[in-house]
């Protein structure tokens, strides 16, 4: 059975930096489209970041110029380089993996159970 787990949470000052990094174990057979979503108290669950196997590359406008997001293709990773962090980023960040295994030829998206963000002011 495919888990993906989340690392790199935690709190951080406003204008400061943090780096999310999500694995998965167990045997994929592929991966394509891998994604960050972030939900904060109160809110729905959000986009902040998507890759394609092609490394196409979506941003939410409230991220964009600076969150990155990267993939190992080989170690089956994702991660999320997070800069000029607000308050407004907190939340807890979650990784969404599209996957195909020998149980489930035609796909099926995974999540992982989350890691916080914690930006002061």
Same mark, same amino acid.
């Given at each position: 059975?495919?888990? =993906?787990?989340?690392?790199?949470?935690?709190?951080?000052? %406003?204008?400061?930096? =943090?780096?999310?990094?999500?694995? %998965?174990?167990?045997?994929? =057979?592929?991966?394509?489209?891998?994604?960050?979503?972030r939900q904060a108290a109160g809110k729905q669950r959000e986009l902040v970041a998507e890759i394609t196997s092609g490394r196409s590359t979506v941003y939410a406008d409230s991220v964009k110029g600076r969150f990155t997001i990267s993939r190992d293709y080989f170690k089956k990773t994702v991660a999320l380089q997070m800069n000029s962090l607000t308050p407004e980023d907190t939340a807890v960040y979650y990784c969404k993996y599209f996957v195909r295994t020998l149980a489930t030829p035609a796909g099926m998206e995974l999540w992982g159970k989350g890691t916080l963000v914690t930006v002061s002011s």
């Open positions: 059975q495919v888990q =993906l787990v989340e690392s790199g949470g935690g709190l951080v000052q %406003a204008g400061g930096s =943090l780096r999310l990094s999500c694995a %998965a174990s167990g045997s994929i =057979l592929s991966l394509d489209t891998v994604a960050w979503y």
